[in-house]
């Protein structure tokens, strides 16, 4: 676009340095990196916006867990209140699953580490999966510029030979190669930049989420390991309302004196009437 608005500002009758024109001057070469660096552009994206929704249906599952799973009165009963093909589901599935087998384990040692090796396990599966793609975001990163710089080098070579038939270096000679050049450069840069910002924010994303997943499967096995005698403390703490203790005139240290009839003065011990 930059392009197009200088040779218009230039007062050109037909625009020969628009981004087809250059490619154009590529030939197929130049068209063929064009082509790659769009379906990587394509590619980033949509991996992008498919990663947000599905680290964001993950957290909202972290969250209804801890609203109201630890609330059940067993983990079957909790399982039962998680989301249908939830990774926190799949967590207490694998744990209810591992837990059903160590019984047959004759070291209780050997049994806790054999629960513990499932949930890993299981959150070693959970981390796979979200983050298949991403490799796809680095090599765009990592490799973009590198495309968008190999355009360049044969948009330079082909001014060069321009130059070498024309036998003068004249900007009519050179323009659109030298162009066509800068533009792949510019485009591979557009491509890479995007990809890696995309690749940080879902890998802070991903380890926010690796973080809750981890600690959520410490406390089952924490569950498991007591028989439901250690629940997390969100789930143990409860709030009681406590009334206050006033004191009025009469009462020291909360306890009830008795009663005075009027026309009488109270001593400590002794009780006088008034005549």
Do not use: C
């Not at 087809?20 to 001057?25: D, F, Y």
């Not at 050179?174 to 940080?200: D, K, Q, R, S």
């Not at 439901?228 to 309302?241: C, F, L, M």
């Amino acid at each position: 676009m930059s392009i197009e608005l200088l040779s218009a500002a230039a007062g050109g009758s037909q625009n020969k340095f628009g981004l087809l024109e250059a490619l154009n001057e590529g030939g197929f070469i130049s068209w063929a990196i064009f082509v790659v660096l769009v379906i990587m552009s394509v590619g980033s994206f949509y991996i992008l916006f498919t990663k947000l929704f599905e680290q964001q249906k993950v957290i909202n599952q972290g969250k209804k867990a801890r609203a109201g799973f630890w609330r059940a009165s067993s983990l079957k009963e909790g399982s039962t209140k998680l989301e249908k093909n939830s990774a926190y589901k799949q967590l207490v599935d694998d744990g209810l699953h591992a837990q059903e087998r160590h019984g047959q384990m004759t070291d209780q040692q050997e049994a806790h580490d054999y629960l513990h090796g499932s949930l890993a396990r299981s959150e070693a599966s959970i981390n796979t999966k979200l983050n298949s793609g991403l490799a796809f975001l680095a090599t765009v990163g990592a490799t973009a510029p590198f495309v968008g710089l190999l355009g360049t080098v044969i948009g330079i070579y082909s001014a060069l030979i321009k130059i070498g038939i024309a036998g003068q270096a004249s900007i009519d000679a050179v323009a659109g190669p030298v162009g066509e050049a800068l533009i792949m450069t510019a485009l591979g840069l557009f491509v890479a930049v995007p990809a890696v910002l995309a690749y940080n924010w879902l890998q802070s994303r991903n380890k926010y989420i690796l973080r809750d997943l981890n600690s959520f499967s410490n406390d089952l096995l924490a569950y498991m390991g007591s028989d439901g005698r250690v629940k997390p403390q969100i789930a143990t703490n409860t709030s009681t309302a406590t009334k206050p203790v006033t004191k009025s005139s009469g009462q020291a240290g909360g306890v009830q004196s008795p009663a005075v009839k009027p026309g009488t003065t109270e001593r400590p011990g002794t009780t006088t009437t008034k005549r």
